[in-house]
């Protein structure tokens, strides 16, 4: 059983930045795909950006430029700049393993215009 605990997240003026960390317990092994989605109201959960064991990367087109991911381990941070109103989500850690997929507990970015 993996355990995701997410911490960061506020509210920031569009223009500023929020770093967001996600650690993730329960397992000795180092997972091997760890990243984030968003949730804004009303519309579904979106992938934000991954990172393999290995330290490569994937970006939503709408990041990319601005959010930068990155891992130690099994601890993964998302910084994010130039951070826009469309970017106010419920922002949630994610992983996989033996086939199952985990969830943190989602962490609330509001930004203000």
């Known amino acids: 059983q993996v355990q995701l605990v997410e911490s960061g997240g506020g509210l920031v003026q569009a223009g500023g930045s929020l770093r967001l960390s996600c650690a993730a317990s329960g397992t000795i092994f180092t997972l091997n795909l760890m990243g984030w989605y968003r949730q804004a109201p009303g519309k579904q959960r979106d992938l934000v950006a991954t990172i393999t064991s290995g330290g490569s990367t994937n970006y939503a087109d709408s990041v990319k430029g601005r959010f930068t991911i990155s891992r130690v381990k099994n601890t993964v941070a998302l910084q994010m700049n130039s951070l826009k109103p469309e970017d106010t989500a419920v922002y949630y850690c994610?992983?996989?393993?033996?086939?199952?997929?985990?969830w943190g507990q989602g962490t609330q970015v509001t930004v203000s215009s």
């Open positions: 994610n992983t996989m393993r033996s086939g199952r997929n985990y």
